[in-house]
């Protein structure tokens, strides 16, 4: 686990305005951040930064300490769940779950052990051998967490995984992922533009707005009516 320090964050597509401005933000080791705004400002560019799919125009991005900026994302040992959770469809749910431990050329009885425990956290032991299409969205989700999970990453990054459930599901993974990130302790950042989520999922909530960070606060402060 780690902690996540932005420093003076800026990210700029070609000589337009910046889509991340100034940027900085600490997040403590085990804590969940979660990020909101409305389209385009910001939120996928700085998740991606984090992550490493995205190059920093300036600034520092500091994980578990050392400066990252300059690191592959498979050397930052970080975990992200996309909105589509691109599952293998020719894979059973078990593979599915152990991929990123068959790349990494784990010995068998490893990944059987990493894979089962994943399955016992997400309730999913009666589905390894299932395909994907065969799953509810909800299952499939859990998959995809599960194949985070596996990877024993530093930290969880989330962007907008829930948008494609509908409402019934969202809640009950809603608190599945609450759970799942208090019984693990991981720094998570979730990035969604739902206000439930950000109401009920975090400890903090940063709000972005064109590129700028404009308030960090517990859900409390930002939601409640004084
Ligand atoms: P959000 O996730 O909050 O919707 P994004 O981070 O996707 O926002 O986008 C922030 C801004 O950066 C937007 O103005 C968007 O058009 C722009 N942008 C995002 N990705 C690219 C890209 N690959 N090339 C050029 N501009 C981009
Ligand atoms: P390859 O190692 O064959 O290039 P990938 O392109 O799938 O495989 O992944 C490259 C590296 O990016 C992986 O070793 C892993 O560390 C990292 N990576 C892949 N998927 C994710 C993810 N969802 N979240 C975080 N890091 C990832």
Redesign the pocket.
Known sequence: MASIEMRNIVKKYGDGFPAVNDVSLDIADGEFVILVGPSGCGKSTLLRMI??LEDITSGDMVIGGKRVNDK???????????QNYALYPHLSVFENIAF?LR??KLPDDEVRRRVNEAADVLELHEHLERKPANLSGGQRQRVAMG??IV?Q?EAF?FDEPLSNLDAKLRGQMRTEISRLQRRLGITTVYVTHDQTEAMTLGDRVAVLRKGVLQQVASPRELYEQP
């Open positions: 992550v490493g592959a994302p498979r050397d930052r040992n970080l975990s992200m769940v996309f990123p790349l990494a194949r985070a990877r990453a990054l």
